[in-house]
């Protein structure tokens, strides 16, 4: 057992790339710096929840995690869904968030929208006719009653028997 440490040690003495660990050399424990990224977006203004169309801050939106925020999804304060957040900070006209609702409806969109709200909101921010114009058009008919016209029909309804909006 002796023999084996020797012959390693030996061998390690004769090696002249082995590099030796010397108190007095300027290279020995030399502390390395510690380079820190830290990427941070800085998003500042107000945004609206694509289903609510809740408006808020971001810092109103974000998930937080162990390792800080969700750097993918958010989550929206008031109707409880969670959200892309490149979606949510999109810049979208009202044809485009038309599009995108239609290109999501067939996974759900209209089932996460409150709709009293969702529409009165897109009345007050001055989206509703060019919002449900491009909607029609995307989906291809102005007078067709699908299941989503009877849900939409449906949720109106209610609001008005709850009295959220007048019918």
């Known amino acids: 057992m002796s023999d084996k440490k020797y012959n390693r040690e030996q061998k390690a003495k004769d090696d002249k790339q082995q590099e030796r660990l ?8 030399k502390a390395k710096p510690k380079v820190e990224v830290n990427i941070v977006d800085i998003h500042t203004g107000i945004y609206s929840c694509p289903f ?10 974000l998930i937080s995690t162990k390792k800080g925020y969700d ?8 109707c409880n ?7 949510l900070l999109a810049d979208m006209t009202p044809e485009q968030f ?4 239609y290109g999501y409806s067939t996974q759900g969109y209209w089932q996460k929208v409150p709709f009293a709200k969702f529409n009165e909101r897109l009345k007050l921010i001055g989206w509703q006719e060019r ?10 008919s102005y007078t067709t009653t699908s299941d989503e016209e009877d849900m939409w029909q449906a949720q109106k309804e209610q609001a008005i028997k709850e009295g959220q909006i007048k019918g």
Do not use: V
């Open 98 to 101: 038309a599009q995108f609702a």
């Open 71 to 78: 750097k993918r999804l958010g989550h929206c304060p008031e």
């Open 131 to 140: 919002f449900w114009n491009k909607y029609r058009e995307l989906k291809g």
């Open 22 to 29: 010397d108190p007095k050399s300027p290279s020995f424990m």
């Open 52 to 61: 609510c169309l809740h408006t808020g801050k971001i810092n109103a939106y």
């Open 81 to 87: 869904n969670n959200m892309m957040l490149k979606t």
